[in-house]
């Protein structure tokens, strides 16, 4: 199984990120980016579930290694309000986590040499299968990092936030995974985590929002349209603005399956 994330070191930029309202310390990311980023790529087995067409797949750098989740341009399906490429905003939802300082998303890169052509690679988090559902009733105390991942999910305009899509690592870290459909510059937030719905917003995670306003860092900006650089800036003042939990209009604000 792929190895966890072991403890932050105390790099200025773990003090950075907690000064934009980390919860928790930073994970050392450089070996598992470098690995995404340099390894050779075997496939393991399909993801027979999988909406599109994706892969587990072994990466091997020197005599480290490490399970990621490939997902190739090529298996994707045409969708009528998302263009092709939905691996670039796999990559985009990472880079945005890290700049809010969050690192909620698995490591994530583009390689243009996967076994299949050009996709996301995403380093796999293991678990024991819980997912979003059966957390926020059993486990209080991961209440607060289910609170960032809706202001995140606000923020990135996730389209496809199922319960599956939020995993439990052995170190009580839940991270967010499966945002190719996110950043469309039209309101399309569909999620199960509405259980906030009407709390405030923690000033911390308005402050690491806040910065946005002003300027979209440019390997994030890359990857997406420049109208949907502009709505995240509109979503990031709103959030700073009106910093409270919405509530679903609709039922079409669910995705389905829930799970």
């Given at each position: ?174 991270w967010g995974i499966d945002h190719g459909l996110c950043f469309h510059a039209e309101s399309k937030l569909r999620t199960v985590i509405w259980d906030f719905a009407g709390e405030p917003i923690d000033q911390e995670l308005v402050r690491a929002v806040s910065p946005l306003i002003d300027e979209v860092p440019d390997d994030l900006a890359r990857l997406l349209l420049p109208e949907e650089v502009d709505a ?28």
């Open positions: 199984m792929a190895e966890q994330f072991g403890e932050a070191g105390e790099s200025g930029d773990a003090r950075d990120a907690v000064d934009r309202g980390e919860l928790d310390p930073r994970p050392p990311f450089d070996r598992e980016l470098e690995i995404l980023r340099t390894g050779d790529l075997a496939v393991v087995t399909q993801l027979m579930e999988s909406s599109n067409l994706g892969f587990v797949v072994d990466s091997s750098h020197k005599e480290d290694y490490g399970w990621a989740v490939y997902k190739p341009l090529l298996g994707e399906r045409p969708l009528f309000d998302f263009p092709p490429g939905l691996h670039a905003r796999e990559e985009a939802a990472f880079l945005l986590s890290e700049y809010l300082g969050w690192h909620l998303v698995p490591p994530t890169v583009t390689r243009e040499d996967g076994p299949f052509g050009v996709g996301s690679l995403q380093w796999f988090i293991d678990n024991d299968g819980d997912h979003y559902f059966p957390l926020l009733e059993t486990r209080e105390d991961l209440h607060d990092q289910f609170r960032r991942m809706a202001v995140f999910d606000l923020l990135a305009n996730n389209t496809d936030r199922k319960s599956g899509h939020v995993l439990l690592d052995s170190g009580d870290r839940v995240l800036q509109t979503r990031a003042s709103r959030i700073v603005r009106l910093p409270f939990f919405p509530h679903p209009r609709s039922h079409y604000q669910f995705p389905w399956p829930l799970v």
